[in-house]
């Protein structure tokens, strides 16, 4: 029964390139700039600097800015640190480079991100034991931000920062406010499936100069002002490139396009698929601007006539890639004996969530032809 073949693979999220990021890469190569330092890399922190209103440290990937800002809050040996549970492994890896320990958050159903009362509870566990978290990760799945209002109210409250997980949700916001200027820390991914890319690439944004110079720093193997190699702190080799940064600053130039094409792709699933039961969209609660990364639903399998992982499969043989919500931190081999607060909703996302193809290249006859596969599928189950 499976539908028929699309003949090119359509895939979740792919990098969609404007044709300006040429220029850029180009003035790498002409002025010899082949390196982590050049007016690329000047420019995206410098430009990102006054759209966010922070100072911003180009990295290697998201994934090391996340590390840089955890260390920057001091997270270190023996510490616990407060994540949600539904993410990428991403999120929770850099605190276990930091000889800390992840701590997993539920999520609510409203906005699929980390539940703030229930962040309450652990928090209100936490200090009666005498043993806060060093750091909250707050992260915007999807595209869409977490409810920031009651979480960094609680996070204030018992004195925790907050790092801001902003990989998804570039250009999302939260009561017209922008994701990545929430938190202590926060942290932006070019890496080549997100809004925009340079390949690879990251962003760390600090509204703390100094914290943003000691990150930059530690990015370029630490070493100490001077003739000499003298090393005082521990680095990493974390810089961004300045051929990449040439591709980030092409991209960032049509972020806007971007956003709108995916909230588009969004908004016709969403409308084709209002007459199918059992497909319920990602919920968008009101004040939360979703960037719609990707374009998730949830299944009734009840309703529709078969499970998300039923419908992913017929899309795999239709040569249409489509995935499942991430799988909880919690039931992860790597992260599976660690203390959870909650879970079930994690779980239940999990199991009835998928994730369409996203791109902000797709093209009306190739979404067309994934609307039609899954409608098509709900007809052979009626
Ligand atoms: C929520 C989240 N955090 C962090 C990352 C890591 O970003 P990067 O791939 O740039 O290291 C990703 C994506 O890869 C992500 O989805």
């Known amino acids: 029964m499976s539908p028929s073949r699309w003949p090119k693979r359509i895939h ?21 700039w082949m390196t982590t330092a050049g007016s690329n890399l000047d420019y995206l922190e410098a430009e990102f600097g006054r759209r966010t209103g922070r100072h911003c440290v180009g990295t290697s990937s998201g994934t090391s ?62 200090s009666k034991a005498g043993r806060l978290p060093k750091a909250i990760v707050v992260v915007h799945i999807f595209g869409q931000m977490a409810e920031m209002d009651p979480i960094t109210k609680v996070a204030a409250h018992y004195g925790v920062p907050i790092l801001e997980d902003a990989a998804e949700a570039l250009g999302a916001t939260y009561r017209n406010q922008l994701a990545g200027t929430f938190g202590q820390v926060s942290v932006y991914s070019f890496n080549g ?30 070493r100490d002002a001077g003739m000499d190699y003298n090393h005082s702190e521990l680095g990493y080799n974390y810089r961004l490139s300045n051929l990449l940064a040439g591709v980030v600053r092409g991209q960032l130039e049509v972020l806007g396009e971007r956003i709108s094409a995916r909230r588009a792709v969004f908004e016709r ?112 189950q009626a």
């Open 65 to 126: 800015a996340i590390h840089l800002g955890l260390r920057l809050l001091g997270v270190g040996p023996g510490d616990e640190v407060f994540g949600p549970s539904l993410t990428f492994v991403a999120t929770a890896n850099p605190v276990a480079y930091l000889g800390a320990t992840p701590v997993f958050i539920d999520s609510e159903e409203r906005t699929w991100n980390m539940d703030p009362e229930v962040l309450r509870e652990a928090l209100e566990a936490k």
């Open 193 to 222: 499936n997100k809004m925009i890319t340079g390949t690879s690439g990251g962003l760390l944004l600090s509204p703390d100069e100094l914290a943003a110079a000691r990150a930059r720093k530690w990015s370029q193997q630490a």
């Open 12 to 32: 979740l999220s792919v990098p969609h390139m404007s044709g300006r990021e040429q220029q850029y890469v180009q003035e790498a190569f002409s002025t010899n």
């Open 269 to 380: 699933y969403r409308q084709a698929f209002a007459s199918i039961p059992g497909l319920t969209p990602m919920p968008n609660p009101p004040d939360h601007f979703h960037a719609c990364w990707l374009s998730c639903f949830t299944v009734d399998k009840e309703a529709f006539g078969m499970s998300s992982r039923d419908i992913i499969r017929l899309l795999d043989d239709a040569n249409v890639d489509s995935r499942p919500v991430w799988k909880p931190m919690h039931k992860q081999k790597l992260y599976e004996n660690h203390e959870c607060f909650g879970g079930r909703i994690a779980e239940k996302l999990n199991l009835n969530g998928i994730c369409l193809p996203s791109s902000s290249s797709l093209s009306d006859s190739e979404q067309t032809f994934v609307i039609e596969s899954i409608r098509s599928m709900h007809r052979k």
